[in-house]
């Protein structure tokens, strides 16, 4: 017995030699930590959908599983409508689900995350660093993410009212002269192609509107620096339109790169969905590819979009040069007097700036209305100054009805990914409304909701105190909206969908069941049909 005793002393003592010195005061610190880091890894070791599937159907065989456990409720989709009376699949309640296989998630392995992380996550982020940011502004460059990510119906509505006036400006200087005559008509073909590039620029500005400057001397300054005809005001306007061509940003290149690695991410996740060895991780991940394929829209037409390397330097360009316009004698002396006047406020391209229509249209509108303007229009009026002989003032600020197709174009884009990816997912077994389609159907709410309460407090709101209070309450919203569709990605990666609650699809309604069939027995049943149409519609 003693000797037993001493073997244990020495036993414990060479233990306590061998085992790492724990600072005294702070072993509750220790054991926190401890707990902090072995809690998921019991929870993940916890629930197996494939192990607890097989004891399930191990207990449903031998008659052990409890009635209580069993759904005998409605079954959705083709399940429902074709059942397979020979070997009946075993439909358990969510109730039953959380008693066998636990109520927490069983989180996908490295193997599959990574596959999500390569295939969606990482193009993603590329196409996000394509963007036009400016420099050295991390404020903006912060709330222009949250306003893109988060409302991109309204980002893409004002990008493409701006494309849509450069493209009309492009139109109207392609019409001026015959294609066969360019070489004769060389200098106001480019003293043309000048004007329109830079009311093109301009359109992109903030307008500062004040008493001092009121809209209708605005549109009269901006008429008569773009279109004037004295030598004064025609070199100012060339040296004006060739400083800015060299300013503007290039980076088509490297964002048909990034969008050529997205189409490239969408061929495989949709070679995977619908292979054989396609898993119902895969049809997911091809609905959260669907889900974000507006963003590769979005980056595109930011790039395709007139936008410069430095905004500020171009905004002192455009100022100095309206400022000389305004001091030339031709101009009438209606103009006001304004000591060293900016004409022009903050940079408002690619949706940086809210309830902004640009001061192009309604000079563009002036133009059509006054001018012929079929083809070879500009030897037709031999002085170009009959632009300005109209009196018509239109409102410089006031939208035009025709904005309405872009409007359109930017839902249509946003909605039919987020149906697409509604479709994927809704009818991916569990059929019904859950985690991952109640998620997607969110996010399309939402950023719709977002541009109905921009549309509605650019209609209803008086600039100032009402606006600026909208403003920050949409900026909340964009940054929620964002934050949700990071959420969707991080919990599409990681797996945290993939627990009894979300395969249930209990978000529609009714008690919720889970079955442990494979998508080979899904796919017997056509459920490839769903994941197309999800395909095709986006």
Excluded at 180 to 204: G, H, P
Excluded at 321 to 346: C, D, M, Q, Y
């Amino acid at each position: 017995g003693n000797e037993h005793q001493g073997s244990k002393h020495r036993n414990a003592g060479t233990l306590r030699s061998l085992s790492p010195r724990v600072p005294s005061g702070k072993p509750q610190l220790l054991m926190l930590f401890l707990l902090l880091i072995s809690t998921p890894l019991a929870a993940t070791e916890k629930t197996n959908f494939e192990q607890c599937g097989a004891r399930v159907k191990e207990l449903a065989k031998n008659n052990s599983l409890p009635l209580e456990d069993i759904y005998t409720g409605p079954v959705k989709g083709l399940l429902g409508r074709m059942p397979n009376t020979e070997n009946p699949i075993l439909h358990i309640t969510l109730d039953a689900c959380e008693k066998h296989c636990g109520s927490t998630p069983q989180f996908y392995t490295w193997v599959e995350s990574s596959d999500t992380i390569t295939t969606w996550v990482l193009p993603l982020v590329s196409l996000v660093l394509q963007a036009p940011f400016e420099s050295n502004n991390l404020r903006q460059t912060i709330l222009l993410v949250f306003r893109w990510v988060g409302s991109p119906i309204a980002s893409m509505m004002y990008i493409f009212w701006n494309m849509k006036v450069t493209r009309k400006c492009a139109i109207m200087v392609d019409m001026s002269v015959k294609v066969t005559e360019r070489q004769e008509q060389a200098s106001r073909f480019a003293a043309l192609r000048d004007s329109l590039y830079l009311l093109s620029v301009i359109n992109q500005y903030e307008l500062n509107i004040c008493p001092e400057l009121p809209e209708h001397h605005m549109e009269d300054i901006l008429r008569v620096a773009l279109f004037g005809g004295g030598p004064a005001v025609q070199q100012a306007r060339g040296r004006v339109a060739a400083s800015i061509r060299r300013e503007r940003r290039r980076g088509v290149v490297q964002n048909l790169v990034s969008l050529a690695w997205f189409l490239a991410a969408m061929a495989i996740s949709i070679y995977k969905a619908f292979g054989d060895l396609g898993e119902n991780s895969t049809a997911h991940n091809l609905a959260l590819g669907l889900l974000v394929s507006w963003l590769p829209v979005l980056v595109s037409a930011t790039i395709v979009d007139r936008n410069p390397m430095d905004s500020h330097y171009v905004r002192t360009k455009l100022n100095s040069f309206l400022r000389k316009t305004v001091k030339i004698p031709r101009i009438p002396n209606a103009f006001p007097v304004v000591r060293e006047p900016n004409f022009l406020g903050e940079f408002a391209g690619q949706a940086r700036v809210r309830w902004h229509s640009g001061a192009a249209h309604p000079i563009l509108r002036i133009m059509e209305a006054t001018l012929d303007m079929r083809r070879d229009w500009l030897a037709r009026y031999p002085n170009t100054d009959e632009v300005l002989a109209t009196a018509t003032h239109p409102r410089i600020l006031i939208c035009d009805k025709s904005q309405g197709w872009q409007i359109a174009a930017a839902i249509v884009i946003v909605f039919s990914c987020s149906i697409g990816a509604f479709i994927v997912s809704y009818f991916t077994s569990t059929i019904g409304l859950g985690c991952r389609s109640g998620g997607y159907m969110i996010f399309g709410l939402n950023a719709f909701f977002c541009l109905f309460a921009e549309m509605t407090a650019w209609v209803f709101l008086n600039p100032g105190t009402q606006r600026r209070v909208a403003q920050w309450f949409l900026r909340f919203c964009e940054f929620t909206n964002s934050c949700w569709l990071v959420y969707i990605i991080i919990a599409q990666t990681f797996g945290i969908y993939n627990s009894c609650y979300c395969k249930s699809s209990t978000w529609g309604g009714g008690e919720g069941y889970v079955d442990f069939e494979d998508v080979q027995y899904y796919k017997s049943h056509n459920i490839e049909i769903s994941w197309l149409l999800g395909a095709l519609i986006t």
